[in-house]
């Protein structure tokens, strides 16, 4: 048998222009290596840039700030959400001592989303718990039931930088409780928002919007801004900060400063836990801070 042929061909190097040019070898055997961050197909971008959630309002978006996005194409979202504020003041006038008013908000949240919009529907179950029989003649006052329902529906508009979106709103009374709002009247909202798009670090966003009613000088009647900034820190938190005013006709204005942050337990779930702070409120029912906290799956 012919002896095997143990000879090595030299392939030639690239050429050398100067003293400092340094000289790469590679294998076209070996596979490619693509570090985390870097490269179009990379996974933790792409998570990164799909990292969406709905708000309080149904919609995608922080805490209360609408978001331009949507949450993503052909997905639904449920979510159960929790709120609770101690109400300290009546249209801006403070409970006397010894007086004690508390308010819980259950939101369950259905949202659809497909590639340019959003519709979402929220079913509120509150619970009034009110002592005050000065400000308010009650001694034991307790009320729960269905809030106001919402509807809502968003079209968006996307570039590589940045994305717009507008939408219709619909509230309809529920006259299920007598203490908190008990109008009969249905309401609706338009509004408009933009959001910053930068596939690492944070977004900016800025929403606002009328709502009105069938009926004047209601409840419900007013112009809401919002400015909230999310800055995704890694793969499993998010922390929000927003600024919500709301200027209503007849029922007070408010701002508040919220601070919030959203935990990723798993892909799909994620956790929103929040504290609104009052800067000013003379609303109907006014107060000073509120606790706010929601669990949603994607699919």
């Known amino acids: 048998a012919p002896a095997p042929d143990n000879s090595v061909t030299n392939l030639p190097l690239p050429p050398v222009t100067s003293n400092d040019d340094a000289v790469i070898y590679s294998d076209a055997g070996l596979p490619q290596i693509i570090l985390p961050g870097s490269g179009d197909n990379s996974k933790f971008r792409l998570k990164n840039e799909e990292r969406n959630d709905v708000s309080f309002s149904g919609l995608t978006g922080l805490i209360n700030t609408y978001s331009a996005f949507t ?68 001694r034991d006052g307790t009320d729960s039931g269905i809030g106001d329902c919402e509807l809502r529906f968003k079209f968006s508009s996307q570039t590589d930088e940045m994305a717009t979106c507008i939408g219709l709103g619909a509230f309809f009374p529920t006259s299920d409780i007598d203490i908190g709002n008990a109008e009969t009247d249905n309401a609706w909202e338009i509004f408009g928002g933009i959001s910053s798009k930068r596939k690492e670090g944070g977004n900016i966003h800025l929403n606002g919007g009328y709502r009105g009613s069938s009926k004047d000088n209601t409840d419900h009647e007013g112009v809401f801004v919002n400015v909230g900034f999310d800055y995704k820190a890694n793969e499993s938190f998010t922390f929000i900060g927003e600024i919500n005013h709301f200027d209503g006709t007849n029922s007070g204005k408010s701002t508040d400063l919220t601070l919030g942050m959203r935990y990723y337990v798993k892909d799909g779930m994620s956790l929103t836990l929040a504290a609104p702070i009052s800067l000013s409120n003379d609303m109907f029912f006014g107060y000073d801070y509120r606790l706010q906290g929601m669990l949603q799956y994607h699919y």
């Open 71 to 138: 949450l993503g194409e052909n997905k639904f979202s449920t979510a159960i959400g929790f709120m609770w504020n101690s109400i300290e003041k009546r249209e801006g006038k403070r409970l006397v001592a010894g007086e004690e008013w508390d308010f819980y908000r259950f939101p369950f949240i259905l949202s659809y989303s497909g590639e340019n919009f959003e519709v979402a529907f929220v079913l509120p179950v509150e619970s009034y718990d009110v002592y005050a029989p000065v400000t308010y003649n009650f």
